[in-house]
């Protein structure tokens, strides 16, 4: 079996990533799980050396990080990866800050990814991409916009270095600013929703910012996208009713609900702030769709 090529964020988890890489990787050296290590050094040069890699024949991948240099390498190998017969594989050190994606996979999600490096078990895992006004972007944990977004941004710019806390301060901080607002959708070739929402998620696996089961009956890999619809909350009643996402249970407000769909289609007027993957951008989205057992995950 090829050896992985390791692709490490240093800066991820607060700095905590580039301390522990090296101890974390020498048993995966040592066994020939991985054979070569690439370092970061700015954003975006996780994509650009996944992309690089995916071009001169490398297939099987680690990503020592968290959900953002996941988010980076993910977009390094699509769209190449499309179309032929072999598939990505991704393996995965959690040495960042959320590490959402992988506790899909149950409490043991770091152990698990662990194992499944040194043994090369694998599974397939659903792909979205997400189509906007400049190209388009691949995410396999969630897509969100209105007050996550907000939230991710202010995380982000002020309180990363709080890790899974900052999440919960974000939200605070947020609520004080809270104004629903229309984001045009449509689910599949249903007809377009232009109520005003706090937010909507749209979601490959259950969990984000850490422990936030924010779609509890979501799935890697069958061919769907969960989308969490929660609707023109009060501050009071986003304030009662956010923290139970750490349970799953804020689907079960009368105005949050909960759907599936292939295919998302959004009639915006401009940019807006999403947050994927933990990280926020501004895109005039356009389309979101499904791409099945697109990659294959180590986990």
């Known amino acids: 079996m ?19 890489a090296r101890g974390a990787l ?7 799980v991985v054979d070569s290590v690439l370092e970061t050094s700015a954003p975006g040069d996780a994509t650009r050396i996944a992309a690089n890699a995916w071009r ?16 980076e390498i993910v977009n390094g190998l699509f769209p190449a990866a499309l179309g ?29 990814a662990l194992g499944a490096l040194r043994t090369g078990r694998s599974k397939p895992c659903d792909v979205i991409r997400a189509t906007h006004a400049d190209g388009a972007i691949f995410y396999t944990n969630l897509l969100s916009v209105g007050f996550t977004a907000d939230v991710g941004a202010t995380v982000n710019a002020k309180l990363k270095p709080l890790g899974e806390l900052g999440y919960g301060v974000g939200v605070v901080w947020e609520v004080a600013r809270l104004a629903p607002r229309p984001i045009p959708f449509a689910l599949d070739d249903g007809a377009l929703d232009s109520r005003p929402v706090v937010f909507l998620s749209f979601n490959n696996s259950r969990f984000t910012g850490g422990k936030m089961m924010m779609a509890p009956r979501a799935a890697h890999d069958d061919g769907l996208v969960d989308v969490i619809v929660a609707g023109d ?12 996402i750490f349970a799953g249970t804020h689907t079960e407000h009368a105005k949050v609900s909960a759907r599936t769909a292939r295919r998302v289609r959004f009639e915006l007027a401009g940019a807006i702030d999403v947050m ?6 501004s895109l ?12 294959r995950v180590m986990a």
């Not at 090829?2 to 692709?7: N, R």
């Open 2 to 20: 090829t050896g992985a090529l390791a692709i490490v964020n240093p800066a991820a988890g607060g700095g905590r990533c580039g301390r522990a």
């Open 233 to 244: 909350l009060g501050r009071l009643e986003l304030l009662a009713t956010f923290p139970k």
């Open 26 to 32: 020498e048993p995966l050296l040592g066994a020939g």
């Open 284 to 295: 005039w989205l356009r389309e979101l769709e499904v791409l099945p057992g697109a990659l």
């Open 276 to 281: 994927v993957d933990g990280e926020v951008v």
């Open 56 to 71: 001169d024949g490398r297939r099987r991948f680690v990503s020592v990080g968290g959900d953002g240099t996941t988010y």
């Open 84 to 112: 032929g017969d072999e598939r990505p594989e991704l393996g995965y050190l959690p040495l960042g800050t959320g590490n959402s994606f992988l506790r899909d996979f149950g409490d043991d999600g770091p152990a698990r």
